[in-house]
């Protein structure tokens, strides 16, 4: 019995003997270690398991990989408390950002990168930026008066540049001065210069009010610096300031701009009365204005011929001969005088006759005639009127409006509503047949709109996230299938193999064994048990260890006999 019990040993397949190290080292020997510890029966069980759960590992590495959107850069040369300020914003919008370990620079995901950097926009961050302070202040002790006046001049460069971008449209922006160093022993100097670079934001510009503000803003913080000699240039490379010297352009420009807000006004009239009466899309209208930009000033001065008045009057009258003349005598008035004149004397005619003096007429004068000067130098003033006539510029010379009318679906408009429509078109813009306006107003069927190009089908958004998530899956799928799946077929073959080795190994086990129970009982003559029964090597000595166990015990074998039928009729039991 002990040497079968000791061949049943030797024989388990259950235990397996660790074999001694090799002898000597290196790889081989570490190798040979790795593959003796992979063969205990229990590592070489558990390894198909802990190979899936590494490949499980691997697929949700991939996954997580593959699935997680492209990052793009926030900000780069951030300082630390600008960081620290953009990281709690980002995390109070609960927005995701990652930190780059190397270079420190803050990415977001692809799809959230404007959403970032228009609430960072909103919060006014970043907000560091050197100042003409900060260059002030590191200006080294000791150095000399030309890197002191480069730093000046940096620093005045660099504080202008942070009150541009104060401007709402201005993104960022760069100043640059040119003035010469002042020296007694130059007479002439060139005057002072300015130019500014303009980092405009997305869909912004600037009025031309704007920049001739900005323009007057530099010019001003400068000595001797003229608005003229401010140049401001856009990131597009557009001259945003013109010069005097480009007046042409200017005007040009100016008129264009008036031409085209008057037309935009007369657009709006017309939208606005057309609109709930065709309803939107059932109408469209141009307008053209021919305007006067002439400039013209007249001066008139006119006279009246009414209205003359004397200013001043010089001069006087003089009278020689007759009575009043110089013979008369005179005295002291109220005296001898004022008495009457003596008695006419009649004088004979030549023919010897006499005529007597008609009554109340003068006496005839003896001697000289009498003689009367006038003399006298009047200033006369003239009423004037002066009038200065400007007309103004930009009037409107001539006005053409063309609009044209969606047909119903169903019929055409009548004469009389266009005529109607017509009228009140006239009404909206003004219109003035004196100065040849024109209006034309027709009905049409419009052409059906074309679609909307709206890109290939691989540029939509979803696009990029559906190929992410698939190639994901497809790794973690082929990690899965392609790996795990072999491994886990290879551990159930083994495990299979290793269980029919066993019941091989059992089986011949327990014929040996069985064989020699059987024969030490025949010989021994002693009690059989199902054991030895099921243990037989082959149908006779079971049947004579049976015939034995019913001769032994015929109550307990009608219980075995019994439990056997029940086993037997139990259902799912093979």
């Known amino acids: ?124 961050l970043p907000k560091a930026a050197p100042d003409g302070d900060a260059m002030i202040s590191s200006l080294p002790l000791g150095a000399s008066r030309a890197v002191e006046g480069e730093r000046l001049r940096g620093a005045r460069e660099m504080d202008l540049a942070r009150t541009i971008e104060q401007i709402d449209a201005v993104q960022k922006a760069r100043v640059h001065l040119a003035m010469e160093q002042p020296s007694v022993f130059l007479r002439d100097r060139t005057a002072p210069a300015a130019s500014v670079m303009l980092t405009l934001m997305g869909g912004r510009t600037l009025s031309d009010a704007q920049v001739g503000a900005m323009q007057h803003l530099v010019a001003s913080s400068v000595p001797g610096l003229s608005p003229d000699a401010v140049s401001i240039v856009d990131q597009t490379g557009r001259l945003l300031s013109r010069d005097g010297g480009d007046s042409g352009s200017d005007a040009s420009e100016r008129q264009i701009a008036i031409q085209a807000k008057t037309e935009a006004r007369y657009l709006a ?39 003359a008045a004397v200013r001043a009057e010089t001069g006087g009258w003089t009278k020689n001969g007759g009575p009043d003349g110089p013979d008369a005598v005179g005295g002291i008035p109220g005296a001898l005088s004022n008495q009457a004149p003596p008695a006419a004397q009649v004088a004979a005619a030549p023919g010897g006759t006499t005529t007597p003096t008609a009554p109340g007429a003068p006496a005839a004068a003896t001697g000289e005639a009498a003689k009367t000067t006038e003399q006298y130098n009047r200033t006369f003033e003239l009423g004037r009127e002066v009038s200065v006539t400007k007309n103004p510029v930009g009037t409107v010379r001539r ?168 086993a037997d009729a139990a259902p799912g039991d093979a």
């Open 399 to 566: 006005l053409s409006v063309a609009v044209a009318l969606k047909d119903p679906a169903k019929g055409k408009r009548t004469p009389a509503e266009l005529a109607q429509l017509e009228a009140l078109i006239k009404g909206a813009v003004g219109f003035d047949q004196q100065r040849g306006d024109v209006i034309a107003v027709s009905a049409r069927k419009f052409a059906d709109a074309a679609p909307e190009d709206a890109g290939k089908w691989w540029d939509a958004p979803w696009v990029g996230l559906l190929a992410r998530n698939l190639s994901a899956l497809l790794i973690a799928a082929l990690l899965v299938f392609g790996l795990g799946r072999p491994l886990m077929k290879r551990r159930a073959a083994a495990a299979a193999a290793a269980k029919v080795e066993a019941a091989e190994t059992r089986a011949t086990t327990a014929k040996d064994i069985a064989t020699a129970i059987s024969t030490e009982t025949q010989v021994a003559g002693g009690a059989v048990t199902l054991e030895m029964i099921e243990a037989a090597p082959g149908y006779t000595a079971r049947a004579d260890l049976i015939r034995n166990f019913v001769r032994q015990d015929p109550a307990r074998a009608a219980l075995v006999v019994r439990d056997l039928i029940r």
């Open 269 to 307: 009239s017309l939208n606005k009365l057309l609109t709930p009466l065709l309803g939107e899309g059932n109408f469209t209208a141009e307008v053209h204005t021919d305007l006067d930009f002439a400039e013209v000033q007249a001066t008139r001065e006119s006279y009246p011929k009414d209205a």
């Open 1 to 124: 019995m002990a040497d079968l019990i000791a061949t049943a040993d030797a024989a388990s397949p259950g235990r397996a003997l660790i074999p001694s190290p090799v002898a000597g080292g290196g790889a081989g020997a570490v190798l040979t270690r790795v593959k003796a510890f992979a063969a205990q029966p229990a590592v070489a069980k558990s390894l198909p398991m802990v190979g899936l759960i590494a490949l499980l590992g691997i697929a949700a590495l991939a996954w997580f990989l593959f699935s997680q959107p492209p990052q793009r850069d926030l900000f780069r040369g951030l300082a630390d408390n600008d960081k620290a300020a953009v990281a709690e914003a980002l995390t109070g919008a609960g927005i995701k950002y990652t930190l780059d370990r190397e270079t420190g620079t803050l990415t977001v995901a692809d799809d959230q990168f404007y959403q970032a950097k228009m609430m960072l926009a909103q919060a006014g």
